[in-house]
């Protein structure tokens, strides 16, 4: 067998060159393409970011609805609710799909806007029944119209779904708080926050499960009551208070 030969510097040279030609254009591309740097950004909670690479994009490309979806999320992150609701809603005319509707309904959650949420989340699960996430907008949407029964069923729909969702469970212990059941929520907060003590909240005026859990472990406190001593005293000189009237 005749062995190889060796390659001179001149052909390594001509070689890496060729190779380096051939990568540059794809690093280029994708440097260069905002949808990218946009989900690059997401993944990194960097939201500014999110916004320059949609805003760049979306110049070049207004009904790309992955931008819009993209750049409703980061608002709703900062924020910015109604221009959420805004760049969802392009997106939802161009392609509804359930992710869609809960990202819009966690916006209107934020605003108050309860109705509107419960509108979204049931129109994401005409269309998936098993998207956990929008049961969850559900749950919180009921709780905020006051029907708190409709919204423990509806996050424990979403927890059969996805029973990891340190989301749902926080939303759990929210919904038992605010029913009066609060070692019930204390012991779903607590679950949240074994699966993610920091995840992501849906908007930053939300309280954590932490602030929850507090406020749960609080009401679940036990009132404090009087020493006995005291007690005694009081009935002591409450019966030499009645006893001149019993002898009148």
Not at 47 to 59: C, F, H, I, K
Not at 76 to 92: C, F, N, Q, T
Not at 207 to 214: G, I, S
Request: glycine share 8%.
């Amino acid at each position: 067998m005749t062995p190889p030969v060796p390659l001179s510097g001149l052909s390594r040279f001509c070689i890496a060159l060729c190779l380096l030609l051939l990568i540059l254009p794809t690093c280029s591309l994708a440097a260069g393409d905002p949808a990218a740097r946009a989900a690059a950004a997401v993944a990194e909670e960097d939201w500014e970011a999110v916004l320059t690479a949609t805003g760049e994009g979306l110049a070049a490309e207004p009904g790309n609805v992955s931008l819009l979806c993209m750049r409703g999320y980061a608002l709703r992150k900062l924020g910015h609710y109604p221009e959420a609701v805004a760049a969802v809603s392009e997106a939802i005319a161009l392609d509804p799909k359930p992710v869609r509707y809960a990202n819009r309904g966690y916006a209107y959650l934020a605003m108050g806007n309860y109705s509107a949420a419960l509108d979204d989340a049931e129109a994401a699960l005409l269309i998936d029944p098993a998207d956990a996430t929008s049961w969850g907008v559900k749950a919180m949407a009921l709780a905020g119209l006051g029907n708190l029964t409709g919204a423990e069923s509806a996050v424990d729909r979403g927890i059969a779904l996805a029973p990891e969702s340190a989301h749902l469970w926080h939303v759990r212990g929210e919904v038992l708080l605010a029913a009066g059941n609060a070692t019930g929520a204390a012991a779903a907060l607590n679950r949240s926050l074994e699966i993610d003590p920091d995840y992501s909240l849906p908007w930053p005026g939300m309280p954590t499960a932490r602030e929850d859990l507090a406020a749960a472990m609080q009401a679940a406190a036990p009132t404090p009551t009087a020493p006995a001593g005291v007690l005694l005293a009081v009935a002591g000189l409450l019966v030499a208070l009645a006893w001149p009237l019993r002898r009148q």
